[in-house]
């Protein structure tokens, strides 16, 4: 189906607030899961919503609960999410973390005790539209049940372990930044749960079988199978990276509640590092600099079977002229998923 970015911002208030969330947490979280859809990137946009019912229908997650600051200092600081949306905590962090580079040229925020943050390139793309170049990972996921195996293994040990890197760029004409967002496994969990549900084989390379060997069946998780991280043995230590940072630096683990954040949150650890881009050079002359880069790069000719040469972010700011335009395509089964947990709070999304 086609629906506009107003309309479904609205559609996911209203599920949202009839499940428990306040006015102001429903409102980001919607606004978060349009931008989302509108990004192109669906497994972090509606698809989400059956793990949020789940976790909110079984208590572990606290639909009005906002976040609190723990510790900080003038560059620093540890945040608490209280159990509730992650994406509300951690729009707080970010917002926080600008605040402090903006003072002190570079800071670094650290999240716990909250629930799936979604797209962390959302995030990245806060901190550029202020200037600032920013680094957000997230870790320690499924620490009770893990899901991905380390390059050469076939047990598993970690999860996606997603990062973001974004950079301003503010001469682009829609000033879209540069931008990297990506789990470090060969693709998003999300993208799983969605083979699962339409009954798709898998493409090679992304998970293996009980026994290490390469497989294509989307189920393979579910009899001891594991994903496998992109780019193998680089994939893998920038996923050991991510983890490091995420969760051992920030401490999650000191921070768990065995009420809150079910097996795949409870763990979890979000960092975020903000530099100011014009920290060493005048804005003018690092835009200048940063344009000229990008035009480098698109000016290259294409190799065979590609139309043109993309810099990291054009795909998502493509994505979001186009639905702006043409409207957001929301697919069949996820808004049916979405449809079958409204009706469990009193909405009904047709309507």
Same mark, same amino acid.
């Given at each position: 189906?086609?629906?506009?970015?107003?309309?479904?911002?609205?559609?996911?208030?209203?599920?949202?607030?009839?499940?428990?969330?306040?006015?102001?947490?429903?409102?980001?979280?919607?606004?978060?899961?349009?931008?989302?859809?509108?990004?192109?990137?669906?497994?972090?946009?509606?698809?989400?919503?059956?793990?949020?019912?789940?976790?909110?229908?079984?208590?572990?997650?606290?639909?009005?609960?906002?976040?609190?600051?723990?510790?900080?200092?003038?560059?620093?600081?540890?945040?608490?999410?209280?159990?509730?949306?992650?994406?509300?905590?951690?729009?707080?962090?970010?917002?926080?973390?600008?605040?402090?580079?903006?003072?002190?040229?570079?800071?670094?925020?650290?999240?716990?005790?909250?629930?799936?943050?979604?797209?962390?390139?959302?995030?990245?793309? !806060?901190?550029?539209?202020? /200037?600032?170049?920013? @680094? =957000?990972?997230? +870790?320690?996921?499924?620490? #009770?049940?893990?899901?991905? *195996?380390?390059?050469?293994?076939?047990?598993?040990?970690?999860?996606?372990?997603?990062?973001?890197?974004?950079?301003?760029?503010?001469?682009?004409?829609?000033?879209?930044?540069?931008?990297?967002?990506?789990?470090?496994?060969?693709?998003?969990?999300?993208?799983?749960?969605?083979?699962?549900?339409?009954?798709?084989?898998?493409?090679?390379?992304?998970?293996?079988?009980?026994?290490?060997?390469?497989?294509?069946?989307?189920?393979?998780?579910?009899?001891?199978?594991?994903?496998?991280?992109?780019?193998?043995?680089?994939?893998?230590?920038?996923?050991?990276?991510?983890?490091?940072?995420?969760?051992?630096?920030?401490?999650?683990?000191?921070?768990?509640?065995?009420?809150?954040?079910?097996? !795949?949150?409870?763990?979890? /650890?979000?960092?975020? @590092? =903000?530099?100011? +881009?014009?920290?060493?050079? #005048?804005?003018?002359?690092? *835009?200048?600099?940063?344009?000229?880069?990008?035009?480098?790069?698109?000016?290259?000719?294409?190799?065979?079977?590609?139309?043109?040469?993309?810099?990291?972010?054009?795909?998502?700011?493509?994505?979001?002229?186009?639905?702006?335009?043409?409207?957001?395509?929301?697919?069949?089964?996820?808004?049916?998923?979405?449809?079958?947990?409204?009706?469990?709070?009193?909405?009904?999304?047709?309507?």
């Amino acid at each position: 189906m086609i629906i506009t970015a107003q309309k479904l911002h609205d559609t996911l208030s209203r599920v949202l607030l009839a499940a428990g969330a306040s006015e102001r947490n429903a409102d980001i979280v919607a606004e978060h899961l349009v931008a989302s859809e509108q990004a192109g990137v669906a497994t972090h946009g509606l698809r989400p919503m059956y793990v949020y019912f789940k976790d909110m229908a079984s208590d572990q997650l606290r639909p009005a609960a906002g976040p609190a600051i723990l510790e900080e200092s003038p560059t620093s600081a540890l945040i608490t999410g209280n159990w509730g949306f992650g994406q509300v905590a951690a729009k707080f962090a970010m917002e926080l973390a600008i605040e402090k580079a903006a003072a002190a040229n570079i800071a670094i925020v650290s999240l716990v005790q909250l629930h799936h943050i979604g797209r962390v390139g959302y995030y990245s793309e !806060m901190a550029a539209a202020a /200037g600032m170049a920013a @680094i =957000v990972v997230g +870790a320690g996921y499924c620490k #009770s049940e893990r899901r991905t *195996a380390p390059y050469g293994g076939r047990g598993k040990v970690l999860d996606t372990n997603p990062i973001s890197i974004g950079f301003p760029n503010p001469q682009e004409p829609d000033g879209r930044p540069v931008l990297l967002d990506y789990a470090t496994t060969f693709k998003a969990q999300g993208a799983l749960f969605l083979s699962k549900i339409r009954g798709e084989q898998l493409a090679p390379g992304f998970v293996i079988d009980s026994d290490g060997n390469p497989s294509t069946d989307p189920n393979v998780l579910d009899n001891g199978g594991a994903m496998l991280p992109f780019g193998t043995y680089k994939g893998f230590a920038l996923m050991m990276v991510v983890e490091y940072l995420a969760r051992i630096i920030s401490g999650s683990d000191d921070h768990i509640d065995p009420n809150f954040g079910d097996d !795949m949150f409870r763990h979890q /650890g979000v960092t975020m @590092i =903000v530099i100011r +881009a014009d920290l060493f050079r #005048s804005m003018e002359s690092y *835009a200048d600099a940063a344009l000229d880069m990008s035009q480098q790069v698109r000016a290259v000719p294409p190799a065979p079977g590609f139309d043109k040469v993309r810099m990291p972010g054009d795909p998502e700011a493509d994505a979001r002229i186009e639905s702006e335009s043409e409207g957001i395509c929301i697919a069949d089964d996820i808004w049916q998923l979405l449809a079958d947990h409204a009706v469990t709070v009193g909405v009904d999304v047709n309507a």
